[in-house]
């Protein structure tokens, strides 16, 4: 088919860890456009365009030439500490900017926000869609009433809280690339064992957010893996899956640890409605690592050709 007469999807953050997968993933199906302010990394040359969100004119300008029939909205300052450390950039960025952008989408087009699990209080497990968002970060809270701007500006939306992990351009490192790297250098660190989530691979959760692309679901909806597990428990399930060693890990508490921003300690979402909806699971966390440890040298292009089963099975 002409990629021209596809339905046209715009991915801001196209460079980042889930813009970068995303942007591989739907370019199979639809015309992708990406914006970012970093150059595109992937090994096969897709269509991202440079320039800075925050800047008013050139976000209205770009919109009305790609005319996006479809929004994933990706780009943010997701980084905890920095948020907390700058309380005016993460609301110019996470809030205003998702503002401006659904402000400026010409009528009739979708717009899905990517949110977090950081909205909640994290007092208790497996938080679902009816339970109210109490944030304790100021990225929380930047993320929230970036949710509210997204439901104010448009009917047509959808609001994927999550939390996921996988490998990036380098450029900085993920979350996962970090623990990863931390395990297979063998100096000591500190895992914590109060610390909870539902991490999903970002490949995994790319191929279950098509489906929600494809429905008619309109609102918010949790996006995580099948297993709560603390972070503890996160890295021997990694370090098992890639075959290296945890004697360096020592097992802690996040209340020993001064941090920047005070985190929740239980950021474990329910994807129920999820799976209600699609007929599709989430993955549990043991396959999720073992497709990740399989994907560490594949290029980005080819990390959506193999399938959940043939990655699984090549590990058992
Ligand atoms: N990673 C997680 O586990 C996680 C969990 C829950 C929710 N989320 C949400 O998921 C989304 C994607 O996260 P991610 O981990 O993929 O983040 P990421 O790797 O930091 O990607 C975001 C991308 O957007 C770019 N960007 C930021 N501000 C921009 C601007 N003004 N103009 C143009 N580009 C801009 C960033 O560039 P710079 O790097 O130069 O800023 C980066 O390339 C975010 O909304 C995040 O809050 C992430």
């Known amino acids: ?166 490998w990036s351009s380098g450029r900085k490192q993920t979350s996962g690339e970090w623990l990863y790297t931390s395990l297979a250098s063998q100096q000591p660190f500190v895992l914590f064992r109060d610390f909870f989530f539902t991490p999903i691979y970002v490949v995994d959760f790319v191929k279950r957010l098509i489906l929600l692309l494809e429905s008619d679901y309109r609102g918010i909806i949790h996006l995580g893996g099948r297993d709560r597990l603390s972070k503890y428990q996160f890295g021997l399930l990694l370090a098992q899956a890639a075959g290296l060693s945890t004697q360096h890990v020592r097992e802690g508490s996040i209340d020993e640890v001064p941090l920047i921003a005070s985190r929740p300690k239980d950021m474990s979402l329910k994807s129920e409605r999820f799976v209600q909806l699609t007929g599709l699971d989430v993955p549990d966390t043991v396959s999720g690592v073992r497709r990740f440890v399989a994907d560490r040298l594949r290029p980005l292009s080819l990390r959506f050709t193999a399938t959940e089963m043939e990655t699984t099975q090549s590990y058992q």
């Open 1 to 166: 088919m002409d990629p021209s007469s596809r339905m046209t999807v715009l991915i801001t953050g196209a460079c980042g860890l889930l813009g970068s997968h995303l942007m591989a993933a739907l370019s199979g199906h639809y015309r992708v456009v990406g914006i970012d302010r970093n150059p595109w990394w992937g090994d096969e040359p897709l269509e991202v365009v440079q320039a800075d969100l925050q800047e008013p004119r050139v976000l209205q300008r770009l919109v009305s030439m790609i005319a996006p029939r479809i929004v994933i909205h990706c780009a943010a300052l997701a980084n905890v500490d920095a948020c907390e450390q700058n309380p005016a950039l993460a609301y110019a960025v996470n809030t205003h900017m998702t503002r401006d952008l659904v402000c400026s989408l010409p009528s009739g087009c979708r717009v899905v926000y990517i949110s977090t699990d950081g909205v909640f209080k994290g007092n208790k497990p497996f938080v679902t869609e009816e339970d109210l968002p109490c944030p304790r970060t100021v990225y929380g809270r930047s993320k929230v009433q970036a949710e509210w701007e997204v439901m104010l500006g448009t009917e047509d939306h959808l609001i994927v809280r999550t939390n996921f992990y996988g």
